[in-house]
């Protein structure tokens, strides 16, 4: 059986999204077949 790959996905390039309690994730806008939609940096705590 082929494993799905799931494409959707917002990037909301350039803003901070809350993924998880005191975790935000932005996102480069540098889409690529090696980065998908761009580069996901993370955001840990709260300063």
Known sequence: ?????????DPAYGK?????????RLTARNPSPFTFHGT????????
Not at 2 to 8: A, S
Request: aromatic share 12%; charged share 25%.
């Open 16 to 24: 901070a999204v809350t993924v998880a309690p005191d975790v935000q």
């Open 40 to 47: 996901n940096s993370y955001l840990i705590g709260r300063e």
């Open 1 to 9: 059986m082929p494993l799905k790959f799931d494409t959707r996905f």
